[in-house]
Nanobody, 125 residues
Framework: VQLQASGGGLVQPGGSLRLSCTAS????????MTWFRQAPGKEREFVAA???????HFSDSVKGRFTISRDNAQNTAYLQMSRLEPEDTAVYYC????????????????????WGQGTLVTVSS
């Protein structure tokens, strides 16, 4: 499956952005879709995941501010980001994994077989 991430940009603190991850080559229906991010000089970190049954999981740093969703008809996953903070500045990557991923493995980079190219989010005044 090929993934295309989009929607990044410059936003002021407290603002909102919605990222999209569109798949081609395979339907998203049976996949776990996840967002990671990587800030300059830091390792890639888990942000949020949505599983086949639409259960969602978030890192503590974004819980309550970000939501993740999927539109199977559009073959697209979304990350809605609200109340953005400068610490959210990073390149955001979407990733796809099998529907058999267990909860404890959702935050592992090696759990995912397909990655998008990344989209930059900058939170600054």
């Amino acid at each position: 499956v090929q993934l295309q991430a989009s929607g990044g940009g410059l936003v002021q603190p407290g603002g909102s952005l919605r990222l999209s991850c569109t798949a081609s080559g395979r339907t998203l229906t049976s996949l776990t879709m996840t967002w990671f991010r990587q800030a300059p000089g830091k390792e890639r970190e888990f942000v949020a995941a949505i599983r086949r049954g639409r259960s969602t999981h978030f890192s503590d740093s974004v819980k309550g501010r970000f939501t993740i969703s999927r539109d199977n008809a559009q073959n697209t996953a979304y990350l809605q980001m609200s109340r953005l903070e400068p610490e959210d500045t990073a390149v955001y990557y979407c990733a796809a994994g099998t529907d058999r991923l267990i909860v404890s493995s959702l935050d592992l980079v090696e759990s995912y077989h397909s990655w998008g190219q990344g989209t930059l989010v900058t939170v600054s005044s």
